[in-house]
């Protein structure tokens, strides 16, 4: 009697009638995914080049629809270039906005926010009717309230000798301080009033 065959007459399944290709003759070892693209579609995102070409057409459609202001960028190019001079960065150490404890009733209570370097503490307390602010160890100083790009040179307050300042301004937008002192020039970080 033929092996391929019960003793009915009808076959039997045998690796040598199926094999690996089964009885409707498709493989069937590999139906699970390996993980690799297929041959008809490319993988998302492999081709550096479809990304740069990306980011430059990006680049070319922002620049066309929203420019950056001249003045923007040249206070940009400003800040930048006093990274590397003799002006310390100050960093902010308290805004009253995340470590505050909030006042019952108090509305548009003042920002209260403090700015250290090695050498030099700065009060600030800003409020809608202006600021006002004490440069520690107590000196004079000069300070320029920079905000944003501006048509004129920035507004200049002096510190007295207790290094108390103030100034009507209504600050906006973001801002930061630059002060000069004899011994040398801080700049704040930049806040969002």
Same mark, same amino acid.
């Given at each position: 009697?033929?092996?391929? #065959?019960? &003793? =009915?007459?009808?076959?039997?399944?045998? +690796? @040598?009638?199926?094999? %690996?290709? $089964?009885? !409707?003759?498709? /493989? #069937?070892? &590999? =139906?699970?995914?390996?993980?690799?693209? +297929? @041959?008809?579609?490319? %993988?998302? $995102?492999? !081709?550096?080049? /479809?990304?740069?070409?990306?980011?430059?057409?990006?680049?070319?459609?922002?620049?066309?629809?929203?420019?950056?202001?001249?003045?923007?960028?040249?206070?940009?190019?400003?800040?930048?270039?006093?990274?590397?001079?003799?002006?310390?960065?100050?960093?902010?150490?308290?805004?009253?906005?995340?470590?505050?404890?909030?006042?019952?009733?108090?509305?548009?209570?003042?920002?209260?926010?403090?700015?250290?370097?090695?050498e030099l503490t700065v009060d600030i307390e800003v409020t809608?009717?202006?600021?006002?602010?004490?440069?520690?160890?107590?000196?004079?100083?000069?300070?320029?309230?920079?905000?944003?790009?501006?048509?004129?040179?920035?507004?200049?307050?002096?510190?007295?000798?207790?290094?108390?300042?103030?100034?009507?301004?209504h600050v906006t937008g973001p801002f930061a301080l630059r002060?000069?002192?004899?011994?040398?020039?801080?700049?704040?970080?930049?806040?969002?009033?």
């Amino acid at each position: 009697m033929n092996d391929a #065959h019960d &003793n =009915d007459g009808s076959p039997h399944d045998s +690796d @040598d009638m199926n094999g %690996a290709d $089964g009885m !409707d003759g498709f /493989d #069937h070892t &590999n =139906d699970e995914l390996d993980g690799e693209p +297929d @041959d008809l579609t490319e %993988a998302e $995102g492999d !081709d550096p080049l /479809d990304d740069d070409l990306l980011e430059e057409t990006l680049r070319q459609a922002a620049a066309i629809m929203d420019p950056v202001p001249a003045q923007l960028q040249q206070t940009a190019v400003e800040a930048y270039a006093l990274h590397s001079l003799d002006t310390q960065l100050a960093e902010l150490t308290f805004d009253s906005l995340v470590h505050g404890i909030p006042v019952r009733g108090a509305e548009d209570a003042p920002r209260m926010l403090t700015f250290h370097t090695a050498e030099l503490t700065v009060d600030i307390e800003v409020t809608a009717h202006g600021l006002m602010g004490q440069v520690l160890p107590p000196q004079e100083a000069s300070i320029e309230v920079l905000s944003g790009p501006q048509p004129t040179s920035p507004p200049t307050l002096t510190a007295d000798d207790m290094g108390r300042f103030t100034a009507d301004l209504h600050v906006t937008g973001p801002f930061a301080l630059r002060l000069r002192t004899d011994a040398e020039t801080v700049m704040t970080e930049w806040l969002r009033v």
